[in-house]
Every structure is written in structure tokens, then in C-alpha cells.
């Protein structure tokens, strides 16, 4: 298996899935909407994207196994395992409001070693593989230069469920208010990610994700030279519901502010 001509082939997939999410969003209705908990919807656009993405990966990697979030496949892979979120950001795109994304990530045994993020929206495509560069619809890209918390942008997400750290949470919202260019929330942790990856963004933090939320963009920071860790520093980003991800300049100050506002019992 080469793993970059799988990458380009995960893309023109996440492409194809992409414009026929938005030609199925049009004709959108509540009959087409399910609650899965509080501000928690699936829609049966998240269930036919990802049928579709399982079936088409199946046959580029017979032997993989999948962590979906629709549980469309519960295949357990010895070896290799795709992350996938077939829309994230499900609420944005039942009100067409962007962005809203497709996420597909590849682990081989403990590591990632491909991600893609498909931007409905905007047509953007993220992807990279191991060992290869960070592309935007062809074009390298890489991590911002800012050096420091203060002369950065960053990006974070609401909690939806988890409110148990919510005063932590508002807490380092006045922080980066005060002490940074500002924050922003877009509604898709994975486009996101995409932007830390290609610069737009200095860095983002959130929490209560899932596994498939961060997979492809943690992946992609990583691959553009950022770094990414849980809220205490460790490793534990993609299964540990916490993420802090930066640039390689100002993520030691960035992952002091963020571990010391929301590491509160």
C-alpha cells in the first residue's frame, strides 16, 4: 500500500460525498432530523454519507476496520482502523449555515498515518499522509510563525453535553479575549484543526470531542509542523475528549493557559 495515492484517493471520495451532501441538503426537512441527545442531532444525511464512505473504503482497504460515529461498521481492524465523521458540524449544515465537513482519518496500530478534511462549503479539500507535506486543494501549506499567546488567533468550540467544566470554560474565554487577537467558533472542530494546520488559525482547544472529530485534524497539525496534546500535555487527544493544538512557536505558552484554566476540579 502507498500510502499518498490511498490520501488522494480518500480525497476524490470525501470530494464526491461532499457535492452530493449539498445537493441532498436542499430539499433538508425536520422529518430528516433525529435528536440523539441535548443539542445533539443526526440527520439521515450523516447515515448515507457515511454508508457510503464505509462501502468505498472497504474496497480500497479490505482489512481495515472503522471508527464511525453513525455506527454504520463496527469492524475491528488488527492493523489499520479509519476514523470517520461523515458531517462534522451536523448543525450547521441542517441550517446551512458553514462549515460543515467531512473527516477521514487512517490509523496504522497507534499511529495516524492519513487525514483528510473535506470543506462542504468553501470546496476546500485538507489531506496529507505520512511522510508527505499538508495540502489545501493541491497547494502546501504549514502551521503559522506567531511566537507568542498574545499575537495570536485562536478558535475553540461550545460544549454541548459535558457542562461539568463550564466555569473553567468561560474562564479562558475572558482569558483569550483579553490576551490574545481574539477567538472564534466556527461549529466544526475539524475545519478547525484544518485551519491551525494551514495558518489560519495560531491554535484551538476544545472539549467533550470524539475520536472522530480530531482524528484527520490532529493529524494534519501534526503533519505541518504543530503539535498537539490533551489539556495536560500528554498524548491522550484522540480518545481523551480534550485537545489543545498549536504551532511549533507558541504552543508551550498556549498549553499553559489552556492546562491551567481547565485543569479545575
Given at each position: 500500500?502507498?500510502?499518498?495515492?490511498?490520501?488522494?484517493?480518500?480525497?476524490?471520495?470525501?470530494?464526491?460525498?461532499?457535492?452530493?451532501?449539498?445537493?441532498?441538503?436542499?430539499?433538508?426537512?425536520?422529518?430528516?432530523?433525529?435528536?440523539?441527545?441535548?443539542?445533539?442531532?443526526?440527520?439521515?444525511?450523516?447515515?448515507?454519507?457515511?454508508?457510503?464512505?464505509?462501502?468505498?473504503?472497504?474496497?480500497?482497504?479490505?482489512?481495515?476496520?472503522?471508527?464511525?460515529?453513525?455506527?454504520?461498521?463496527?469492524?475491528?481492524?488488527?492493523?489499520?482502523?479509519?476514523?470517520?465523521?461523515?458531517?462534522?458540524?451536523?448543525?450547521?449544515?441542517?441550517?446551512?449555515?458553514?462549515?460543515?465537513?467531512?473527516?477521514?482519518?487512517?490509523?496504522?496500530?497507534?499511529?495516524?498515518?492519513?487525514?483528510?478534511?473535506?470543506?462542504?462549503?468553501?470546496?476546500?479539500?485538507?489531506?496529507?499522509?505520512?511522510?508527505?507535506?499538508?495540502?489545501?486543494?493541491?497547494?502546501?501549506?504549514?502551521?503559522?510563525?506567531?511566537?507568542?499567546?498574545?499575537?495570536?488567533?485562536?478558535?475553540?468550540?461550545?460544549?454541548?453535553?459535558?457542562?461539568g467544566r463550564m466555569n473553567a470554560f468561560m474562564n479562558s474565554l475572558t482569558y483569550?479575549?483579553?490576551?490574545?487577537?481574539?477567538?472564534?467558533?466556527?461549529?466544526?472542530?475539524?475545519?478547525?484543526?484544518?485551519?491551525?494546520?494551514?495558518?489560519?488559525?495560531?491554535?484551538?482547544?476544545?472539549?467533550?470531542?470524539?475520536?472522530?472529530?480530531?482524528?484527520?485534524?490532529?493529524?494534519?497539525?501534526?503533519?505541518?509542523?504543530?503539535?498537539?496534546?490533551?489539556?495536560?500535555?500528554?498524548n491522550d487527544f484522540i480518545f481523551g475528549q480534550e485537545l489543545v493544538a498549536g504551532?511549533?512557536?507558541?504552543?508551550?505558552?498556549?498549553?499553559?493557559?489552556?492546562?491551567?484554566?481547565?485543569?479545575?476540579?
Amino acid at each position: 500500500m502507498i500510502v499518498k495515492d490511498l490520501a488522494l484517493q480518500v480525497v476524490e471520495l470525501a470530494r464526491e460525498t461532499g457535492e452530493m451532501l449539498l445537493e441532498k441538503r436542499k430539499s433538508i426537512s425536520s422529518e430528516d432530523i433525529e435528536v440523539k441527545g441535548k443539542n445533539d442531532f443526526v440527520t439521515r444525511f450523516d447515515k448515507m454519507s457515511e454508508e457510503k464512505i464505509v462501502a468505498r473504503l472497504s474496497q480500497l482497504l479490505p482489512e481495515a476496520g472503522f471508527v464511525a460515529e453513525e455506527g454504520t461498521s463496527t469492524k475491528v481492524g488488527e492493523v489499520y482502523n479509519w476514523f470517520i465523521d461523515p458531517i462534522d458540524g451536523t448543525t450547521n449544515f441542517m441550517h446551512g449555515a458553514p462549515p460543515f465537513s467531512i473527516s477521514i482519518a487512517l490509523q496504522q496500530n497507534d499511529e495516524m498515518i492519513l487525514g483528510v478534511v473535506y470543506d462542504m462549503f468553501s470546496g476546500e479539500c485538507f489531506y496529507s499522509s505520512k511522510g508527505d507535506a499538508v495540502y489545501v486543494n493541491g497547494e502546501v501549506v504549514s502551521c503559522s510563525a506567531t511566537k507568542t499567546v498574545k499575537d495570536s488567533l485562536f478558535a475553540t468550540g461550545f460544549p454541548y453535553k459535558d457542562l461539568g467544566r463550564m466555569n473553567a470554560f468561560m474562564n479562558s474565554l475572558t482569558y483569550f479575549m483579553e490576551n490574545s487577537h481574539g477567538l472564534r467558533r466556527l461549529g466544526s472542530a475539524a475545519v478547525d484543526l484544518a485551519y491551525v494546520a494551514c495558518g489560519r488559525y495560531d491554535g484551538f482547544y476544545e472539549y467533550g470531542l470524539k475520536p472522530y472529530d480530531v482524528a484527520a485534524g490532529a493529524f494534519l497539525v501534526q503533519q505541518a509542523g504543530g503539535k498537539v496534546t490533551d489539556f495536560k500535555g500528554g498524548n491522550d487527544f484522540i480518545f481523551g475528549q480534550e485537545l489543545v493544538a498549536g504551532n511549533g512557536h507558541n504552543f508551550s505558552e498556549f498549553l499553559q493557559a489552556v492546562g491551567g484554566l481547565m485543569n479545575v476540579d
